[in-house]
């Protein structure tokens, strides 16, 4: 019985097939980009029928955001006591976007989000999570007097941001294990080096 009969009559579909057709999309996406990205590449790539692929998704766009949605994530809630341990958590997430077999994939969808129907708005999503994270953590430690009045949410975000792409995409290939086992340690000295320059708050 093939994998569409069984569905057809009620069996759950497999998850380890999901997450192998996931997993190839993402890896594809990376290396090829929107162009370069088909179903019979994924199918190729994941070793399955491409109706297994059509089985659960309709379109290759369909594919391509399912795969995101699972290997390019946004912002989840940040809360902490000081204004150092919130930007760490944020940190955090931002660096696990682009480290491992994702990290191409975000790269790449930073670029092409605009011109792929039905995606756009997955990224815009993700690029809207963290400004409002950003703007609570600034909120927040403004309150409690941690930061001054006039700090720039934008500014912030920016160092934050940039400064882990810079580093994800400057490591080369052979030191990337290094940098998953490492990326605590330099998310910690990150932040602290950005709030030693961020002028106290007037008392």
Request: aromatic share 4%.
């Amino acid at each position: 019985m093939t994998e569409i009969e069984t569905s057809a009559a009620g069996r759950p579909r497999d998850p380890e097939v999901d997450r192998k057709i996931a997993d190839a999309a993402i890896a594809l996406f990376g290396e090829q980009g929107w162009a370069g990205f088909s179903v019979e590449a994924v199918a190729k790539r994941a070793g399955v029928g491409k109706a297994s692929i059509y089985l659960r998704w309709q379109t290759k766009q369909e594919l391509l955001l399912e795969a995101l949605r699972r290997h390019v994530s946004a912002v989840t809630e940040v809360r902490a006591s000081t204004v150092r341990d919130e930007l760490i958590q944020l940190a955090s997430q931002l660096m696990r976007n682009y480290l491992g077999d994702s990290r191409r994939a975000a790269l790449r969808i930073s670029l092409e989000a605009d011109s792929i129907p039905g995606v756009a708005g997955h990224w815009a999503g993700i690029r809207e999570s963290q400004i409002l994270a950003a703007r609570a953590i600034v909120r927040r430690a403004i309150e409690r007097g941690e930061l001054p009045e006039d700090t720039s949410v934008t500014l912030l975000l920016d160092t934050l941001s940039g400064a882990v792409v810079n580093h994800v995409q400057t490591t080369p290939a052979a030191a990337r294990a290094q940098l998953r086992e490492n990326a605590d340690d330099y998310v910690r000295a990150l932040v602290d080096f950005l709030l030693v320059r961020i002028p106290a708050p007037e008392r």
